[in-house]
Nanobody, 117 residues
């Protein structure tokens, strides 16, 4: 079992920045590929970014490429999402995801990001 707790969401103006954190506990953090997903009101949950278990590879949705950066700190068992140049369409609940080598997904409870003037 892996427990995931997100933090760092809030209200920000368009063009602003936020950094989301996801604290992991339980099984060995370094064994999991980690990702961020988001769900806007009335929409399906969508992929945002992923980082491989060894932090060598990262992947981004086209909608956030060049603006968001995913990273992980294995020593601190923490996943991050640095979000710059935020747009109103980035408004959503952001979820942390851990994917085990057995294909099991773990989810956090989400943190809300609102981009509005």
């Amino acid at each position: 079992q892996v427990q995931l707790v997100e933090s760092g969401g809030g209200l920000v103006q368009p063009g602003g920045s936020l950094r989301l954190s996801c604290a992991a506990s339980g099984r060995t953090f370094s064994n999991y590929a980690m990702a961020w997903f988001r769900q806007a009101p009335g929409k399906e949950r969508e992929f945002v970014a992923r980082v491989s278990w060894n932090a060598v590879s990262t992947y981004y949705a086209d909608s956030v490429k060049g603006r968001f950066t995913i990273s992980r700190d294995t020593a601190q068992n923490t996943l991050y999402l640095q979000m710059n140049s935020l747009k109103p369409e980035d408004t959503a609940v952001y979820y942390c995801n851990a994917l085990s080598s057995e294909g099991i997904n773990y989810w956090g409870q989400g943190t809300r990001v609102t981009v509005s003037s």
